[in-house]
């Protein structure tokens, strides 16, 4: 009798686990519907500042742009950054100045004066 006790506890837990793992899964997966204009922003749309060239010296990366670019964005990863990122660096007279590891490729984006995001640039330094 005790055994079919121990057995029955055991699955019944087991079970209880399994729900409550289930409800943590859906509500993380299911969108928040979060909607805020101030952390993203069309890319390219209407964009009067674009990036000249990405050169690459040493460790450093100079970017060089044009127009009424504002910011720049160096990144790892294509995701493209929010208006509000941690990441945006100012641009000043048109060029910045950014140390990188080599063996990396990095993408780069610049902010205009207008809030207006570019497509990324890809660079690779060890190629």
């Known amino acids: 009798m005790k055994k079919n ?11 209880f686990i ?10 993380n997966i299911l969108p928040k519907n979060r909607e ?3 952390y993203y922003a069309k890319p390219n749309d209407n964009m009067t500042a674009k990036i000249e060239s990405l ?4 460790d450093t ?5 044009s127009g009424n670019a504002s910011h720049y964005c160096i990144k ?5 950054p929010g208006v509000g990122s941690m990441c945006w660096e100012e641009i000043k007279d048109n060029r910045a100045v950014t140390s990188i590891y080599k063996h990396k490729e990095y993408y780069v984006w ?12 890809s660079i690779s330094p060890s190629k």
């Open 18 to 27: 399994l729900c409550i793992f289930a409800a943590v899964s859906v509500i």
């Open 61 to 65: 990366l100079e970017i060089i742009t």
């Open 110 to 121: 610049i902010k205009d004066t207008e809030g207006n995001i570019s497509n990324p640039s």
């Open 76 to 80: 790892t990863t294509k995701t493209m």
């Open 5 to 15: 006790n121990s057995t029955s506890f055991i699955i019944i837990a087991g079970v």
């Open 55 to 58: 050169n690459v010296n040493d």
């Open 36 to 38: 805020s204009d101030s």
